[in-house]
């Protein structure tokens, strides 16, 4: 059968099945046969299988690179309104919960040797909420060392490019494909020189600031901005020391305690923001973080 007249027939059954369901009928044997075909269709047109659970159509990229919003191709979605309702439970404070999985990034250089350096921060936050979730990364693909966990009832990919730092959007624009993740939930988490040390900052869309990994990150999806991002607050190199000295210096005793304090509470905003999005606690979570070293 024609990829068209798939979809249309794949949209007519469940439409037929919202029917039966409105009106608290048994569903026909020939629809229950045709649905149970629908399963090996689903794996062809839907989300990959670990993210089956995603039921709302949202703006994916594709790969390789299509134009950019709002030129978005949108992906094929069947229309399913009443399960969409079903997977859009509140939470405790009224707020409805969405199932799209998040895509979380973090950047840095593989190897012993850049381990614990300033341009590896984003590679440590992702190991905290690796760690606090109880996700375990032990695969490798689309050159990244990946994770697949969840938080609360929300499915998440944590994701370590191994290629260096300059080439993270060959790991980051594949991934996003390959698990159809909506730009609005890829979160970018990197060293920011802008912000005082242990600083963080959420964002929801932004330049590249002159950040290599970011900016090969927006590169791989065709310059696209409106991605969030954590900005982990590294601060600027003291003097004339060269920049690049500077990112792959190890951070001082005092600057390691402002750091792992901000680790803690990089992974709170986190798991707040894939609850609940960019909602008010994300606002005054920036505000603190903007005056936490400020003496009064």
Not at 76 to 90: I, N
Not at 258 to 265: H, R, S
């Amino acid at each position: 059968m024609p990829q068209h007249l798939q979809h249309l027939h794949i949209t007519r059954l469940f439409e037929a099945l919202a029917v039966c369901k409105r009106k608290h009928k048994q569903l026909p044997s020939s629809l229950s046969l045709q649905l149970s075909h629908i399963q090996i269709l689903a794996q062809k047109f839907a989300a990959r299988s670990m993210w089956y659970a995603v039921s709302a159509p949202n703006c994916c990229i594709s790969y390789p690179r299509r134009p950019c919003s709002p030129r978005f191709l949108r992906k094929f979605s069947v229309p399913t309104s009443f399960h969409v309702q079903a997977s859009l439970p509140e939470n405790g404070n009224g707020a409805k919960v969405e199932y799209t999985p998040w895509l979380i990034v973090g950047l840095g250089n593989p190897g012993n040797k850049y381990h614990g350096t300033r341009h590896n921060i984003g590679f440590e936050m992702i190991d905290s909420i690796a760690k606090k979730q109880g996700v375990v990364m032990n695969t490798i693909q689309s050159k990244a060392l990946v994770g697949i966990g969840s938080i609360g009832e929300v499915p998440i990919l944590l994701a370590k490019p191994q290629a260096y730092m300059n080439y993270s959007g060959e790991s980051v624009g594949p991934l996003a494909a390959y698990y159809q993740v909506p730009l609005r939930h890829i979160l970018l988490v990197y060293d920011e020189m802008s912000l005082p040390n242990g600083v963080l900052r959420i964002q929801p869309k932004g330049g590249h600031g002159y950040h290599n990994g970011v900016k090969s990150v927006m590169g791989h999806l065709d310059g696209c901005r409106e991605f969030p991002r954590l900005c982990i607050g590294i601060g600027n190199p003291p003097g004339t020391m060269d920049m690049k000295a500077y990112l792959l210096q190890r951070f001082s005793t005092v600057e390691r305690h402002q750091i792992d304090v901000a680790l803690d509470q990089g992974v709170e905003a986190v798991r707040a923001l894939v609850l609940n999005g960019f909602d008010q606690s994300i606002t005054s979570f920036n505000l603190r973080q903007k005056y936490k070293y400020h003496k009064v």
